[in-house]
DNA sequence: CCAATTTCTTGCCATAAGACAAGAACAATC
DNA sequence: GATTGTTCTTGTCTTATGGCAAGAAATTGG
């Protein structure tokens, strides 16, 4: 299982078959039990995790306090807050586990090694920055032109595990609205 | 003043003196006027550019028709969109000049050489794609926890070259409000 | 299996922002 | 400097969402 999660991952066509087992090599499993808190707040950021399988989410408070769910981590995707993992710097969100899971860390120094030893890893390191760079733009321009019922049908086609597994207060936060309004959304989608 | 710039955007503990020359000597001068298109929406983006002065705004269109700032660059900000230069897709935005100006351009088949040649390089473009990632996170959690005219002062404050020359249905647009709604929020702040 | 806690729904009223439209101010061009 | 188009303001009315609060439903822990 280990093989097929991670070449899927890491697929890049600079990434040789040697590169690959390398990469793969550098990776140990981590299991996590639903509740979880898989990565704290006010640490750095010391290694990522790619989720073999699991539900986690990232999330934050704004000024008043209130918890701001800010994204989801579901199968086969790197679980990571860049800013803490290479800018050495504290996490400013806690990772939390919505389900059992399980998957595959590396530590931030080997991947450090092999990210300067292997062309092709910064190659995909840059390509996976680059989508995330792209989701995050998408997601604000999202905010501002669709409506919370537009977004929260969009979650219920592409990502319906959130659907299944997220608490509707975690949901409304990461749409921006209140729970009462993704109730009342629900209630009107039928 | 070449110098001045582009060593103030590339400086890193990891690029030496040198590794700098050989960035700075791959940088090619650029210059336009107001109301200029500098990169056209459905062309593969070739260079980037780094801008010296001038404002220059990205927008795209929703699936109404309507136009959306998506971002602006101001003086010593590097005008790219990261999808189309590194995945080599067609560009969703245009590039548009609000003020004459001018900057430094590489194109992409240097920038990729020099990339895997200077460790240093990869280093700095991650922290460059971290940090940006990082807005575009901040700007999205702003949006869903802020009232527009929160969001318009920030801008007021930290952006004012802005406010000075973009038009106020572009800032509007930015901000995720009607032309309208910021006009009447203008003339509540007074 | 019951108690405690959390999650979800619903009602009522308040508010920020939108839609549309008319006109004022400003800028660009000949 | 008159004409034309663009940008900005203002008014009226509508709508999506929020704030608060009460109770129902579901989940969790002994």
Request: net charge neutral; proline share 3%.
């Amino acid at each position: 299982m280990k093989e097929v999660i991670l070449s899927q991952v890491y697929q890049h066509p600079l990434i040789s078959a040697e590169d690959l087992r390398r990469i793969i090599d550098a990776h140990h499993p981590r299991s996590f039990k639903k509740g979880e808190l898989i990565y704290k707040r006010g640490k750095v950021l010391n290694e990522y995790l790619v989720l073999e399988n699991g539900l986690i989410r990232s999330y934050t408070h704004n000024y008043h306090g209130d918890e701001i769910t800010t994204d989801f981590f579901g199968q086969y995707e790197v679980v990571i807050e860049v800013l803490s993992l290479f800018q050495r710097t504290p996490l400013q969100e806690d990772l939390h586990a919505l389900t059992d899971g399980c998957g595959w860390t590396i530590q931030y120094d080997t991947f450090q090694e092999l990210y300067h030893t292997i062309p092709g890893l910064s190659e995909w390191g840059r390509l996976w920055m680059t989508n995330k760079l792209f989701q995050f733009k998408q997601k604000s321009i999202d905010i501002i032109t669709q409506s919370a019922r537009a977004r929260y049908l969009d979650i219920l086609t592409n990502k319906p595990q959130i659907i299944r597994h997220a608490p509707l207060k975690q949901i409304a936060s990461f749409l921006g609205i209140t729970d009462t309004s993704l109730s009342r959304i629900r209630k009107d989608i039928g």
